[in-house]
C-alpha cells in the first residue's frame, strides 16, 4: 500500500489531503489559515486535520509528500520578494529604462558591464568584473541574478561571473541560461530576476515542511508542483523557484479535471490573493506556448496556459475619491480581511469601534499595520522611513490613522509596504461577505465596523460614499463579480486577438457604458461564453454563481473544491524537458549550442543525431534524479527553413527537443 500526502498552500487557506495512490481515493482532507508570520503554523495544523480522519496504518504507509503552493504567485503579483541584485552582461544601456526590468528587481539594484556574445555563441566584449565586488556587498540585495546577452548560445559568462562571487557571497545566485533555453535577452532577464527574488520565500516553505514532516515521523520524499502540473524534487525548487510560480493553479486545474470528469471547460480557481483562469480541451489543460503570464509579467517560464489576476477574497478595496461617482476598485494587492486579524488580535476590535463612531472617516481609518519578521534591520531606509518603521511592532497591528497622521508619514508607510516591510489588513471581499451573512466563519463584528467605516468615508463632491454597511459591501461584491467575469472574458479572447486588440475592445466607451448596466436602455451589452465554468477554491460557491450568470454560462462546483489544489498536487507526475539548438554559422558550419559547450558540425545529419542522443540522455538523466520510475521519452526535430522553391530551402536553425516522463508510485 501506498499513500500520497499533498499539501496546496496558499495565500489565504493552506489545504492537505491523504490519496491512496492505487486507488486513487481521496482518504481525509484538512484545511486551515495560511499563517504568513511562521507558514509553519498554518501547515502543521492542515497536515494535524487530515492526519486525524485518517486510520493509523495510513499513516504509517506515507510515501510521497507533494506541496504545490500560490506563494511564489503571489509573490510576483504582489512584488513581495526579495530585493535583487540584477547583473546585465553585454546589454546596452538603455535596457535600464525597462521600467518592468527594474520593477522585476524588487527594489534592488542593477549592474551593468561588459561582456556578452554574438547569436552564433561567439564572445562579443571581453568580460569585465571589476565593478561586482562593490556591487555584491550592498546591504539592499538579498538575492542576485546574472543575466548575459545570447548566454543560451554561450552560457561561459553567466558561468565566469557565478564561480567568481558564490566563493565571496552567501547570497543565492541564478544564471539565466539555467531557466530558459529561448531567445529574448529583456523577457530572460526579468525571468531571473522574478526566479532571483523567490528563492527565500520557496526556501523557508520547504524547510517547515520538513520540519513538521520529522515531527510527525512522516519520512516520505518531498516534492513540488511546477507551473505546468509536473513535479520535481525540493532540491530542484529551491534553485529554480520561478518554476514553482503557477504552481497553484497549475494543480488546482488538473484537481478540478480529476474531480468534474469534464473534458471541456474553464477552469476558475479563486483564492484569498489571486483569481487564476485556464482552460481544458479535450480532456487536458491548455499548455502555454509563449511562457506563463504572471499578472503583468511576461515570463520564460513552462507552465500551463493560466492567467492569474490579482483579485481575490482578500483583495485590497480602494476609492478614488477625486472622482464624484465613487469609482470603486479591487486589488491587486492582498490585505489580510479585518475579520480574520480580530480573530488573532481582538483589541483592533476597540479601535475599529472608536472610528465607526466618527462623523467622518478619513481615508486611513479601518487599516492597520505591522511589521513583518526579518532577520536584519534595513539600515538603507530613509530617515522618515526609519523613524516611521521604528514605530511599528511585530505580530502587533496598529492603526495607520496613528502611525501616518501626516502626508510625510503616510507616503513612508505605503513606501515600507512596497518594500515588502509590513503587513496590512483592511476592508476586504471577505468581510463583504461576512456583513451580509454570505460567510461566518471568522469575527463577523470586525467586518461590520469596517463596513461602517468605509461608508463614512466622503468624496471630493462632499457626498457619503455609501449610506449603510450593507450597501457597500454590496458594492464590494458587484465589482468583484463584474471584475471577475471581465477577467475571464479577457482570457477566452487570448487565442483569436492580441494584448493590443483586447485592449482597444475594452477600452471602447460604449462597451464601458452599457457592459453590466442597470439602466432601462433600448440595448443590452452581455457577455456569453460557450463553455461552462468549473469553480474551485474556498469562495467558489459564494461568488461564482452569480459570476456565471454574468457570463450567461452554467457554473459547475464539484465536490472537494475547497481542496482542489491539494488534490492536483497529489495526482501529478513528472516531466523534463531538454532542448539543444543547432544554428549555422558564417563558416557555413552547423553550431550545436549543448548545455555546457558549443561544437560544430560540417553534417546537418551528424548534428541532429549527436543533438539527440544528448538531449534524450541528459532528460532521462534530470527525471532519474528527481525520483521517476517507467520512464518514457519522446524526442522531436524541429526545423526551421526558409522555402524558396519546392525543392529548395534556406536552414535557418533546428531545435532537438527530449521530454522525458516518469511517475513516483
Not at 76 to 96: A, E, H, M, P, Y
Not at 170 to 196: M, W, Y
Not at 426 to 432: H, Q, R
Request: proline share 3%; net charge positive; hydrophobic share 40%.
Amino acid at each position: 500500500m501506498a499513500f500520497i500526502l499533498s499539501f496546496d498552500a496558499g495565500g489565504t487557506f493552506t489545504d492537505s489531503i491523504i490519496l491512496d495512490g492505487v486507488n486513487n481515493k481521496i482518504i481525509s482532507e484538512g484545511k486551515a489559515l495560511t499563517t504568513s508570520i511562521d507558514l509553519s503554523v498554518g501547515i502543521k495544523n492542515s497536515l494535524e486535520i487530515s492526519l486525524s480522519k485518517a486510520p493509523l496504518n495510513v499513516v504509517k504507509n506515507i510515501k510521497l509528500v507533494v506541496v504545490s503552493s500560490t506563494l511564489a504567485t503571489n509573490s510576483v503579483v504582489n512584488s513581495t520578494g526579495c530585493r535583487v541584485g540584477l547583473i546585465l552582461v553585454g546589454f546596452d544601456k538603455s535596457v535600464l529604462n525597462n521600467d518592468n526590468l527594474i520593477k522585476a528587481c524588487n527594489y534592488g539594484e542593477i549592474l551593468t558591464i561588459d561582456g556578452g556574445h554574438d547569436a552564433e555563441g561567439n564572445e562579443k566584449e571581453s568580460l569585465n568584473l571589476k565593478d561586482i565586488d562593490n556591487f555584491i556587498t550592498n546591504k539592499k540585495i538579498e538575492s542576485i541574478a546574472v543575466a548575459s546577452l545570447f548566454s543560451t548560445r554561450n552560457p561561459n559568462h553567466e558561468n565566469t561571473i557565478r564561480d567568481y562571487i558564490k566563493n565571496k557571497t552567501k547570497l543565492p545566485i541564478t544564471c539565466s541560461h539555467d531557466l530558459s533555453s529561448e531567445l529574448n535577452g529583456v523577457k530572460r532577464a526579468i525571468t531571473c530576476a522574478l526566479n532571483s527574488s523567490l528563492t527565500h520565500i520557496i526556501g523557508n516553505l520547504l524547510e517547515d515542511i520538513n520540519k513538521i514532516l520529522f515531527e510527525k515521523s512522516i519520512n516520505a520524499r518531498l516534492m513540488v508542483v511546477k507551473g505546468d502540473g509536473t513535479l520535481i524534487d525540493s532540491k530542484t525548487a529551491k534553485f529554480r523557484p520561478i518554476d514553482t510560480t503557477m504552481s497553484g493553479p497549475a494543480a488546482s486545474a488538473i484537481g478540478a479535471l480529476w474531480l468534474s470528469g469534464k473534458r471541456n471547460a474553464i477552469v476558475i480557481d479563486i483564492g484569498g490573493t489571486t483569481t487564476d483562469i485556464s482552460l481544458i480541451k479535450s480532456g487536458h489543460p491548455l499548455a502555454s506556448k509563449k511562457g506563463a503570464k504572471i499578472g503583468k509579467w511576461d515570463t520564460m517560464v513552462e507552465a500551463l496556459s493560466i492567467f492569474t489576476v490579482g483579485l481575490g477574497g482578500d483583495s485590497e478595496v480602494s476609492f478614488n475619491r477625486d472622482n464624484q461617482n465613487n469609482c470603486l476598485n479591487i486589488g491587486p494587492k492582498r490585505q489580510i480581511p479585518l475579520s480574520i486579524l480580530a480573530e488573532a488580535e481582538p483589541i483592533i476590535l476597540e479601535h475599529l469601534q472608536k472610528q465607526s463612531n466618527l462623523a467622518i472617516s478619513c481615508p486611513t481609518d479601518g487599516i492597520f499595520v505591522w511589521k513583518k519578521t526579518i532577520k536584519n534591520f534595513p539600515n538603507w531606509l530613509s530617515k522618515i522611513e526609519k523613524l516611521t518603521y521604528s514605530q511599528l511592532y511585530e505580530k502587533k497591528p496598529l492603526p495607520l490613522s496613528d502611525i501616518a497622521p501626516n502626508q510625510s508619514s503616510y507616503g513612508a508607510i505605503y513606501r515600507l509596504i512596497n518594500y515588502n516591510l509590513l503587513e496590512v489588513s483592511g476592508f476586504t471581499p471577505t468581510d463583504a461577505s461576512h456583513v451580509l451573512g454570505m460567510y461566518n466563519e471568522f469575527c463577523t463584528e470586525a467586518s461590520i465596523l469596517g463596513a461602517l467605516i468605509l461608508s463614512n468615508q466622503k468624496n471630493s463632491s462632499g457626498h457619503f460614499i455609501s449610506d449603510s454597511k450593507e450597501n457597500i459591501s454590496e458594492l464590494v461584491l458587484k465589482k468583484l463579480y463584474e471584475k471577475s467575469a471581465m477577467s475571464i472574458f479577457d482570457f477566452t479572447l487570448t487565442e483569436k486577438f492580441q494584448d493590443q486588440g483586447k485592449k482597444a475592445f475594452f477600452n471602447n466607451k460604449i462597451f464601458q457604458n452599457f457592459i453590466f448596466s442597470n439602466k432601462k436602455d433600448i440595448v443590452n451589452l452581455n457577455f456569453k461564453t460557450k463553455l461552462p465554468i468549473i469553480s474551485i477554491g474556498a469562495s467558489a460557491n459564494n461568488y461564482y454563481p452569480k459570476i456565471a450568470n454574468l457570463l450567461n454560462t452554467k457554473n459547475i462546483t464539484p465536490s472537494n473544491f475547497s481542496v482542489a489544489g491539494a488534490v492536483g498536487a497529489a495526482v501529478g507526475s513528472i516531466k523534463q524537458t531538454v532542448k539543444i539548438l543547432i544554428t549555422k554559422g558564417q563558416d557555413e558550419k552547423y553550431k550545436v549550442h549543448y548545455p555546457l559547450k558549443v561544437q560544430s558540425y560540417i553534417s546537418i545529419e551528424k548534428a541532429i543525431r549527436d543533438s539527440k542522443i544528448e538531449a534524450k540522455v541528459i532528460a532521462e538523466k534530470k527525471c532519474l534524479s528527481i525520483g521517476a520510475k517507467s520512464i518514457k521519452t519522446k524526442i522531436q526535430v524541429v526545423k526551421n527553413e526558409f522555402i524558396i522553391s519546392k525543392n529548395k530551402s534556406i536552414f535557418l536553425e533546428c531545435n532537438v527537443i527530449s521530454t522525458c516522463y516518469g511517475k513516483i508510485l
